[in-house]
């Protein structure tokens, strides 16, 4: 037995929400504990289509709607589609040259850190002091930049299962990483602005928020 709770994006034309809910009856009927039972039409009378609720954003009109969630009520609302809007191309340009050049600070910082490299043969875990022979290390760690690179290096002790990492590179990658947080921030607010100024023009999409048990 499961629950299942849907926010699902419909366009605002009357003949897309009725294909919303003839998909929803398809699924209800053949997914859900009540029977069956359920027509298109019937889902359609049971949204609570609120028309006067526009948010200018699909992460507003997300948020109003989880306050529904687990309330075994349908509701939908309006926001305004502005996902392929961009900011300004020259401000984007060069926050995103920022940010190449603190992702290249903060690669080589995880990649200087990796104690398989030099040549090295043994490793001394800083934790548990155990000599470890890098040829045959095989546990690895993977580091995540706050914008989502992924650096796999191999950097945990097979004894203590602690980071064969120092903790003067430890506060090296931080240190990386803080700095990419800053810029990764400074892009989100580019788009936010740009979308916030588009939102009156934008075309507007309803989320319909769904829920049943199966």
């Not at 039972?37 to 200018?56: K, N």
Request: proline residues 4%; hydrophobic residues 30%.
């Amino acid at each position: 037995m499961g629950h299942v709770i849907r926010h699902t994006s419909v366009e605002d034309t009357e003949t897309a929400r009725m294909r919303f809910c003839e998909d929803y009856a398809e699924e209800y009927n053949y997914e859900s504990d009540g029977g069956g039972g359920c027509t298109p039409e019937a889902e359609y009378r049971s949204i609570d289509w609120r028309r006067h609720l526009v948010f200018d954003s699909y992460d507003k009109a997300d948020e109003y709607l989880n306050q529904f969630d687990g309330r075994y009520v349908d509701v939908a609302v309006l926001y305004a589609d502005t996902s392929n809007v961009e900011p300004v191309p020259s401000r984007l340009k060069t926050i995103d040259a920022r940010l190449g050049k603190a992702r290249d600070r903060w690669e080589k910082a995880v990649d200087a850190a990796n104690p398989v490299k030099d040549g090295k043969t043994f490793h001394t875990c800083p934790y548990c002091k155990s000599r470890i022979s890098l040829k045959h290390l095989s546990l690895t760690v993977s580091f995540y930049a706050p914008d989502g690179t992924r650096r796999e290096i191999h950097s945990q002790c097979p004894v203590c299962r602690h980071t064969l990492l120092s903790e003067t590179a430890c506060k090296r990658i931080d240190t990386a990483a803080e700095n990419m947080r800053g810029i990764v921030k400074d892009r989100n607010r580019l788009f936010e602005e740009a979308r916030a100024k588009a939102a009156d023009k934008a075309p507007r999409v309803w989320l319909v928020k769904t829920e049943y048990h199966c």
